[in-house]
């Protein structure tokens, strides 16, 4: 009978799924933690993960261990060499939060746009006054630059798009294997492209150095607007603190940090035009059922011999 070891609370439709499955053994760690689950890695012979950490020295000790199932798309914390190097398949869940992020995603561009923090300060604790400084803007008109022309860089420009802005990408490896049709055209200088935004909306993959960094801070028009919905580092902190205490960039969101949660003497605290959310693009009510179900369910798939290939992150490796 296969083990199944469910590490971090899963939703009750993704329990459904699994306690409904004939045959099988399913143990639930609620703890997000890699030493609450570790314990128990040797019996299981499927591991649902959701954000805790993934070492090698915990898939060393995983000797039954056939396949791994991220409650999410992102596997930043899962070592995949060390599971490949077992032949473990890492399975990630389809399209399942795209939406939610890139819903988030305008939120922060709109909240920065219109100052939504100092707004609500005003009239809260005062004063009333702040409203004739015009500090809100406008947001039909400007230009629009999304950092990252995925799924969810897509869906903010279609939802954007109904703001009347005009709206390029930056993608470097579809300017190199096929830009998408549409409406949205591909910007293949990213200085020119900076230079250009009024507002910046990043969606890229985390690389080795930030993408955003000081001397592409300076790039950027002043007044512009940032927003990272996609990795902590991508922008450097440092720098964009900098930026933000000169004036210089004129507002900013971040849904994601280098360290999470950040310090609580994270110099980016003290912004007020900064909007701030603690890393829930993506965790809605409907995304976790959606991710809950779909993990669940690629546990059942692989076990059944029908796992879609296209959700095992190393299948040209193992």
């Known amino acids: 009978m296969p083990q199944v070891l469910v590490a971090g609370k899963l939703h009750p439709v993704g329990r459904a799924v699994l306690d409904g499955a004939p045959n099988m053994s399913v143990r639930y760690i609620d703890e997000i933690s890699e030493e609450s689950y570790a314990p128990f890695i040797a019996e299981a012979d499927a591991l649902l993960i959701r954000t805790q950490p993934l070492s090698a020295e915990t898939v060393a000790k995983a000797d039954r261990l056939r396949i791994v ?149 300076a790039m950027m028009k002043p007044g512009a607007i940032l927003v990272n919905t996609a990795r902590g580092g991508i922008v450097d902190e440092t720098a964009l603190a900098d930026a933000l205490r000169s004036g210089h960039l004129g507002a900013a969101g971040l849904d994601v940090f280098e360290q999470e949660p950040p310090a609580p003497d994270h110099p980016l605290l003290q912004f007020d035009q900064l909007i701030l959310s603690p890393h829930i693009a993506g965790v809605t009510e409907g995304a976790a059922e959606r991710m809950a179900i779909g993990s669940a369910q690629n546990i059942l798939d692989f076990l059944s011999g029908t796992l879609d290939p296209d959700l095992i992150v190393n299948r040209t490796q193992i």
Request: neutral net charge; hydrophobic residues 45%; charged residues 20%.
């Open 69 to 217: 199932s991220r409650h999410g798309v992102g596997y930043d914390a899962v070592d995949v060499a060390a599971l490949t190097a077992r032949g473990i398949p890492l399975a990630v869940c389809g399209d399942v939060n795209s939406y939610s992020v890139a819903e988030h995603a305008c939120m922060m561009i709109l909240a920065c746009a219109k100052r939504a923090v100092r707004a609500d300060a005003s009239v809260r604790q005062g004063p009333w006054g702040w409203r004739n400084t015009l500090e809100s803007q406008d947001l039909r008109g400007r230009c629009l630059l999304i950092a990252g022309f995925g799924r969810i860089g897509r869906h903010v420009a279609q939802m954007m798009a109904g703001f009347g802005m005009d709206i390029r990408a930056y993608d470097p490896w579809l300017s190199r294997h096929g830009w998408p049709d549409g409406p949205v055209a591909a910007m293949d200088d990213l200085a020119e492209a900076l230079a250009w935004a009024d507002v910046v909306s990043i969606s890229a993959p985390k690389g080795e150095r930030p993408l955003i960094g000081a001397p592409e801070l």
